[in-house]
């Protein structure tokens, strides 16, 4: 069974940093578009970024400038380094792995909190 499993959550202030990771397992990771999501109460869950398989990048507008998508193919991992946070930023986040419609996997979510 696929699964994805996220860690580096938690609560940090307002202009911290957080790095998210996804581990994956029983999928050929090299060939899926690896991306994170967030789904804030009350909104739906929307595009934070992507990475394709050959590496290249896409960001939410308003993420831009402070967050970076990477992979390590080797690892089987994706991670998603969070800089500047901002009390917008709070929400659930999920790792997506996506090959096409039939082969398209979520993370349980990893809540992220930025407050002071």
């Known amino acids: 069974q696929v699964q994805l499993v996220e860690s580096g959550g938690g609560l940090v202030q307002p202009g911290g940093s957080l790095r998210l990771s996804c581990a994956a397992s029983?999928?050929?990771?090299?060939?899926?578009?690896m991306g994170w999501y967030r789904q804030a109460p009350g909104k739906q869950r929307e595009k934070v970024a992507v990475?394709?398989?050959?590496?290249?990048?896409n960001y939410a507008d308003s993420v831009k400038g402070r967050f970076t998508i990477s992979r390590d193919n080797a690892k089987k991992t994706v991670y998603l380094q969070m800089d500047t946070l901002q009390t917008e930023d709070t929400a659930v986040y999920y790792c997506n792995a996506y090959f096409r419609a039939e082969y398209d996997y979520w993370g349980q979510g990893i809540q992220v909190t930025v407050s002071s």
């Open positions: 990475i394709t398989s050959g590496g290249r990048t």
């Open positions: 029983k999928i050929i990771f090299s060939t899926y578009i």
